[in-house]
């Protein structure tokens, strides 16, 4: 479980490895970019139930640490998705993974 600190002294936001590092991806891009946006997630499993949302602003520190020493081979569709959320007015939905489907 890897985790992305965000801002001083909050506590960090604890994300599986392979989706943060699909998530790093479409978040640096808009960061470089000079874009802010909003990433939402649902709670896992031990946490409150709920969901929550922060603001990403070029600014504002940021930090991916991740559990795997390697990092995993990225899904482009999943990518896709991610950076078509950014880009809309509800921001980043933390999604589940798009699987790439094979063409006859």
């Known amino acids: 479980m890897g985790m992305l600190h965000y801002g001083t002294g909050s506590e960090p936001i604890h994300i599986e490895d392979r989706a943060l590092a699909h998530l790093k991806v479409v978040i640096a891009t808009k960061l470089r970019r000079n874009e802010s946006f909003t990433l939402s997630w649902r709670h896992h499993d031990g946490d409150p139930e709920g969901r929550s949302t922060i603001w990403l602003h070029p600014s504002i520190p940021l930090r991916f640490v991740f559990d795997e020493p390697e990092p995993p081979q990225l899904n482009s569709k ?7 959320s950014a880009s809309s007015t509800g ?3 933390l999604v589940d993974e798009v699987l ?5």
């Open 78 to 84: 999943w990518i896709e998705e991610l950076m078509h």
């Open 91 to 93: 921001g980043i939905q």
């Open 100 to 104: 790439e489907t094979p063409t006859e």
